[in-house]
C-alpha cells in the first residue's frame, strides 16, 4: 500500500512505545521511593530530637507492654515546661498482651547530661555541678499517690539538708521489690542509675518475696504517678533545668509452675 505503514512498522512502533512507557513507570515509581525514604528519615530524625525527657519504649518479651497514659496525655507537654513547683504526671505499668502467664519487672534509667553551665552567672557551676545532688533530687520528685494522699516513691536515710549525702534505702510501694544497681559513670562523662522493680505480692521478704503472676491481659499496678518539682528555686536549679533522662522499660519472663516464684529464683531468668 503506497504511502501507508505496513503491520510489522505499526507492531514495531507499539513495541517502542510500550517499553519506553514501561521505562518511564519504573523511574517515577523508583523516584517516588527515594522520596519516601527521605520523608521517613526526616520524621524518625523529628520524633527522636524531640525525645527530651522521659519514656522508652521497648520490652524484652514481645508479649508485655509498658504504657503511661497520663504521660502521654499531659506529662509529656508538661516536661517541655518545666518550672519549679510543678507537677508532671507520669504513671507506668505493664501489661501482659500475650497469652502466656507472667512474671514481670520494670526496668528504671535515671540518666544525666553533661552538666551545662554556659549563659549562667559565674557561681552557678560551683553551686551545682554535682551528680549525685542531681540524680538524688530527680529520685526524691518521684510521687506514689493514693486516694487524697502523696508519699514519695522511695525511703531514705541520713535524710538532711544535703541531699547529696542522702542514702537510699527501700522502695516504698510494696507492689514492687527493688533492686538498685547503683549509680555509676559512664565512658562519656554521662552518669546513670539503674533500678529493677520485681512485681511481687506484696509481702516484703526481700529477695526472696514472691512474685505475683500477671495473666493474659491483665496490668501490674504503677509504679509512680508523678513527679514533684521542687518549689524552691536553689533545690531546682541545677538538676531540673538540665539535661535528664528517666527510662522505663518493660520486661518480662513466662512463668514455670515447677520453679519457685521467689525473686532470688526468678531474677536470673530475666538476665
Known amino acids: 500500500m503506497k504511502g501507508g505503514i505496513s503491520v510489522t512498522q505499526k507492531n514495531g512502533n507499539v513495541k517502542r512505545a510500550l517499553r519506553s512507557r514501561k521505562r518511564q513507570i519504573i523511574t517515577l ?14 520524621i524518625f530524625s523529628y520524633f527522636h530530637s524531640e525525645d527530651l525527657v522521659t519514656n522508652k519504649y521497648k520490652a524484652q518479651n514481645t508479649a508485655v507492654r509498658l504504657l503511661e497514659p497520663e504521660w502521654d496525655l499531659v506529662g509529656i507537654n508538661k516536661a517541655k515546661a518545666s518550672e519549679p513547683g510543678m507537677i508532671i504526671p507520669k504513671n507506668p505499668y505493664a501489661k501482659n498482651e500475650g497469652q502466656n502467664s507472667l512474671y514481670i519487672r520494670l526496668k528504671m534509667t535515671v540518666s544525666l547530661g553533661r552538666f551545662d553551665s554556659s549563659g549562667r552567672y559565674p557561681e552557678y557551676a560551683a553551686d551545682f555541678n554535682n551528680d549525685k545532688r542531681r540524680l538524688n533530687s530527680i529520685l526524691n520528685a518521684l510521687e506514689i499517690k493514693n486516694e487524697n494522699t502523696t508519699s514519695k516513691l522511695f525511703v531514705w536515710d541520713n535524710k538532711n539538708d544535703v541531699i547529696e549525702n542522702w542514702t537510699l534505702r527501700e522502695c516504698y510501694n510494696k507492689d514492687y521489690y527493688m533492686e538498685d544497681q547503683g549509680f555509676r559513670t559512664l565512658n562519656d562523662g554521662t552518669t546513670e542509675q539503674v533500678f529493677y522493680f520485681y512485681y511481687v505480692n506484696g509481702t516484703d521478704n526481700g529477695e526472696n518475696s514472691e512474685m505475683r ?27 531540673f533545668d538540665q539535661n535528664y533522662n528517666i527510662a522505663i522499660e518493660a520486661q518480662a519472663v513466662t512463668l514455670n509452675p515447677s520453679e519457685s516464684p521467689a525473686v532470688s529464683v526468678q531474677k536470673a531468668k530475666f538476665n
Open 29 to 42: 515509581a523508583f523516584l517516588a521511593f527515594i522520596v519516601y525514604v527521605l520523608l521517613l528519615s526526616g
Open 213 to 239: 503472676v500477671v495473666e493474659s491481659q491483665n496490668t501490674t499496678t504503677e509504679l509512680f504517678n508523678q513527679l514533684q518539682l521542687p518549689i524552691l528555686k536553689k533545690d531546682y536549679l541545677g538538676v
